[in-house]
């Protein structure tokens, strides 16, 4: 079994920075795509980054030049840096990876995993 656990997430004023770290565990053969997300109060989920197991990223709009994804792959781990936060980019962070592992048929796949999330909140 693969687990994703965020942390990081808290309380900042606006223009502050936060550094949200998500960690892989498990039975991992690979740890391809991964991605930061987040969902604010009332609203749909939103994709914030991506980052492929080669190192290439990709951001919405709405935090480009301000959010930074980064990974170690030696240690299973993603980063999402956060600089001069907004009171709209509160919302509950989520990490997202596709990871290989092997099924309860034993057959390796890909599975798509999910964190808990970690709570992140820019006050004005």
């Known amino acids: 079994q693969v687990q994703l656990v965020e942390s990081g997430g808290g309380l900042v004023s606006t223009g502050g920075s936060l550094s949200l770290s998500c960690v892989a565990s498990?039975?991992?053969?690979?740890?391809?795509?991964m991605a930061w997300y987040r969902q604010a109060a009332g609203k749909e989920r939103e994709l914030v980054a991506t980052?492929?197991?080669?190192?290439?990223?990709n951001y919405a709009d709405s935090v480009k030049g301000r959010f930074t994804i980064s990974r170690d792959n030696a240690q299973n781990t993603a980063f999402l840096q956060m600089n001069s936060l907004k009171p709209e980019d509160t919302a509950v962070y989520y990490c997202?990876?596709?990871?290989?592992?092997?099924?309860?048929?034993?057959?390796?796949?890909?599975?798509?995993?999910w964190g808990q999330g970690t709570q992140v909140t820019v006050s004005s």
């Open positions: 498990g039975n991992i053969f690979s740890l391809n795509t």
């Open positions: 997202n990876a596709v990871v290989g592992t092997w099924s309860e048929t034993d057959e390796l796949e890909d599975f798509n995993i």
């Open positions: 980052i492929t197991s080669g190192g290439a990223t």
